[in-house]
Nanobody, 125 residues
Framework: QVQLVESGGGLVQAGGSLRLSCAAS????????MGWFRQAPGKEREFVAG????????SYADSAKGRFTISRDNAKNTVYLQMNSLKPEDTAVYYC??????????????????WGQGTQVTVSS
């Protein structure tokens, strides 16, 4: 099992950008599919973006397409989520997820092997 630590959240104005990072630890971390999810108050945790261990298969939620970009650096065991043109409705706690199966990090509800602790993203109008 891998351990995940997110960073990069914060407060940003609408239209701004943030880049989230998720550092994975574990000898086989680079072989895991990784995904980003978010959960707003009172709402279900939802899929945002995910990719396989090679980064050759990428999936986005409709809400993220054209604005968010997921990528990974296996040499650093880190996955990124670049978020541009942020909207107030993007406000949520963002969670990183890891699993050997890409299906488990690209669907809602998700059942990945590992979750990070989450990082808060707040977009002001």
């Amino acid at each position: 099992q891998v351990q995940l630590v997110e960073s990069g959240g914060g407060l940003v104005q609408a239209g701004g950008s943030l880049r989230l990072s998720c550092a994975a630890s574990g000898r086989t971390a680079s072989t895991y599919a990784m995904g980003w999810f978010r959960q707003a108050p009172g709402k279900e945790r939802e899929f945002v973006a995910g990719l396989n261990w090679r980064g050759s298969s990428i999936s986005y939620a409709d809400s993220a397409k054209g604005r968010f970009t997921i990528s990974r650096d296996n040499a650093k065991n880190t996955v990124y989520l670049q978020m541009n043109s942020l909207k107030p409705e993007d406000t949520a706690v963002y969670y990183c997820a890891a699993d050997l199966s890409i299906a488990r990090v690209t669907t809602t509800p998700a059942r990945p092997e590992s979750w990070g602790q989450g990082t808060q993203v707040t977009v002001s109008s």
